[in-house]
């Protein structure tokens, strides 16, 4: 199969046992030009209406968030844990989650504009903290990838709760991931404020009989904050020191092979301190809609061709 020219983008994603200092880490993306793919007529769950802040800003109500798109096989979960097929355009609302099988890739549309991607084997819950009047996205498995929208004031904060810690984001496109009672933390842009517990409110004011926190600019007491091109380690005890990334490798080229099969084949330029290189494939710019994923110790990273083009990214861990 011929692929069409290709454009890149480089990513990174945090290796599971980095060394003090740089992260031993790598990613690099590729995206396909020339989709063409089937679309399906699901008409989305009506939203909630939209409210004025303490500060008249208009906002739109975060929850319940959409399905934007599914690839293979996931479930949503109900407030009881009861499992039914996902399908694209279903609503998932407070206290319902999603769980994706080791094949799957969800992405998620908050109604204030914010985006969660699911990859495969993951599983969250959202909830909506009644301290904070903010949606929280509770990361029970695996891993997700969020772009958040800026939030135009400081209590107004899109939270991710893993087992050892709370991400607080007025604005960024983060990843963040569960492995082995610890959570990794990578910062692409804008910043995340980090704290092992909920941060401890400043000042309350009311909107619509719901408790809102104002907090002031800055970290706040416990907070650490990661920036661009950061990454943390968090876990039940010592220091939480941010990092730097490691800068992503270059695409050399790209190779394959025929047969009962077929396999596409990129090879990256070795990164010294790359542990392992991850690579996904999808079907826009913005890695929303997930083909595939594959990693591999090597810079040589294995895709199974499919027989529609499609864009893809791939990444190093």
């Known amino acids: 199969m011929v692929f069409p020219k290709a454009q890149s983008k480089f990513m990174n994603d945090l290796?599971?046992?980095p060394p003090v200092g740089r992260l031993q880490v790598a990613c690099a993306a590729l995206l396909l030009a020339g989709l063409i793919l089937p679309s399906c007529a699901v008409?989305?769950?009506p939203q909630r209406l939209p409210y004025l802040d303490d500060n008249q800003q208009c906002r739109g109500q975060p929850l319940p968030a959409t399905v934007e798109h599914l690839t293979g096989e996931a479930w949503k979960l109900d407030a009881?844990?009861?499992?039914?097929a996902l399908e694209e355009g279903m609503s998932i609302d407070e206290k319902e989650g999603i769980k994706t099988s080791p094949s799957a890739f969800v992405s998620l549309s908050l109604g204030d504009g914010s985006r969660v991607v699911l990859p495969s084997s993951s599983q969250v819950t959202l909830q909506l903290n009644t301290q904070y009047s903010i949606p929280q996205v509770v990361l029970e498995q695996g891993q997700i990838e969020s772009y958040v929208i800026k939030r135009n004031s400081d209590h107004d904060r899109f939270q991710i709760v893993t087992p050892v810690g709370v991400l607080g984001v007025r604005g960024t496109h983060f990843r963040v991931r569960n492995d082995d009672q610890q959570s990794l933390v990578e910062v692409l842009n804008g910043q995340v404020a980090v704290s092992?517990?909920?941060?401890?409110?400043?000042?309350?004011?009311?909107?619509?009989?719901?408790?809102?926190?104002?907090?002031?600019a800055g970290p706040l007491p416990g907070e650490?904050?990661?920036m661009a091109r950061q990454g943390l380690r968090i876990q039940n005890q010592g220091e939480l020191k941010p990092v730097e990334l490691?800068?992503?490798?270059?695409l050399l080229g790209q190779a394959g092979q025929t047969g009962a099969?077929?396999?596409?084949?990129?090879?990256?330029?070795?990164l010294p301190g790359a542990r392992r290189y991850r690579a996904q494939v999808a079907t826009d710019k913005d890695?929303?809609?997930?083909?595939?994923e594959q990693f591999s110790s090597t810079p040589e990273v294995n895709f199974m061709r499919i027989s529609v083009n499609v864009t893809e990214r791939f990444a190093n861990t």
């Open 43 to 45: 008409q989305a769950a």
């Open 261 to 270: 099969l077929p396999v596409w084949q990129l090879i990256l330029q070795p």
């Open 224 to 226: 650490v904050q990661v």
């Open 246 to 250: 490691l800068a992503a490798p270059r």
């Open 196 to 216: 092992r517990d909920e941060p401890p409110p400043t000042k309350t004011a009311r909107r619509s009989g719901k408790r809102v926190v104002d907090n002031p």
């Open 15 to 17: 290796c599971p046992s």
């Open 80 to 84: 009881k844990g009861r499992e039914v």
């Open 287 to 292: 890695f929303l809609n997930i083909k595939q």
